[in-house]
């Protein structure tokens, strides 16, 4: 009888493509995920896979380019968000037929951000496409997502690591993914300090940003800071605090912690290799339970 699990993925943007190769690898070691919640780039992930079409989305990712990636920017002068969002939701409804949440196999439920009333938004019923679009809505980067008279934003706002809204059963095995986790620099291996250098510097593919978001530096740091970069840095902090006490609370039967120091949130160039990093972190944190159990 195979293992069975209640799967928990967090937000992260691009590192959220690391929950593809932590799948896989559950897939692989003959676990059954029987329910899921996710925000932001974890509901993008959880929802693709409990629709069945994970193999075709991770195709399709995996060949985004620079260019690519940036011709699925569709700018809008709107104060309310540098991107539309609409160029990006279509290609991803052509490899993902919309259906019902309620119909799928797996249970899955999304996390969004109802902005106007302050509170958090659990999405398990209705259009899977507008649950994802409504919990991939990065304040400032994408507009917000209109929702049943609900203005909603990013899950991660609220609940980056959404582990109580995931449906789990006495038996099941909570597993959570944390694909914003804090590494100390000498936890982290030469390779991930490579990545991070590229990291750091991914701002610089997005000249929009660059020209208008009010470059700034520091006196003890030569990175380049800006309007965005700031919000995005404040944000992370936060939603890292908002995880750390989810963890302790909450207490996940296995935790996989992806540094968040290994790849910016907007290479998903870098696909293959991020999902990559899901896999191994996932092979490791399932060693260590089974050394245990």
Aim: glycine fraction near 6%; include cysteine.
């Amino acid at each position: 009888m195979k293992k069975q699990v209640s799967l928990v993925l967090s937000s992260g943007g691009a590192r959220g493509i690391a929950h593809i190769g932590v799948i896989e690898e559950l897939e692989r070691q003959g676990f059954e995920i029987k329910s899921i919640a996710g925000s932001s780039m974890g509901a993008l992930v959880g929802g693709i896979y409990a629709s069945g079409n994970l193999p075709n989305f991770r195709d399709w990712i995996c060949k985004l380019d620079k260019k690519a990636v940036f011709n699925l920017i569709d700018f809008t002068l709107s104060s309310n968000g540098l991107v539309k969002g609409n160029k990006v939701i279509k290609e991803i409804n052509k490899l993902v037929p919309d259906v019902n949440i309620e119909d799928l196999n797996i249970s899955f439920k999304a996390v969004a951000t109802d902005i106007i009333n302050k509170k958090e938004i659990v999405i398990e019923k209705g259009s899977l496409i507008d649950a994802i679009r409504a919990s991939i809505s990065i304040p400032t980067v994408f507009t917000p997502f209109k929702l049943n008279e609900l203005v909603l934003v990013d899950g991660g706002v609220l609940n980056p690591l959404p582990i109580n809204r995931v449906k789990r059963d006495d038996d099941e095995i909570l597993i959570a993914v944390d694909v914003n986790a804090v590494f100390t620099p000498e936890k982290l291996s030469k390779s991930h300090n490579l990545l991070s250098e590229e990291a750091q510097s991914e701002w610089h593919h997005f000249p929009f940003i660059m020209k208008n978001g009010f470059r700034s530096s520091t006196k003890d740091s030569d990175k380049q800071l800006n309007y965005y970069t700031l919000i995005y840095q404040t944000a992370v902090m936060m939603m890292q605090q908002i995880a750390k006490m989810s963890k302790e609370m909450y207490k996940p039967d296995i935790v996989i912690d992806i540094p968040i120091n290994t790849y910016g949130a907007f290479q998903f160039y870098n696909a293959s290799e991020i999902i990559e990093t899901g896999r191994i972190a996932a092979q490791k944190a399932l060693e260590q339970y089974s050394s245990i159990q």
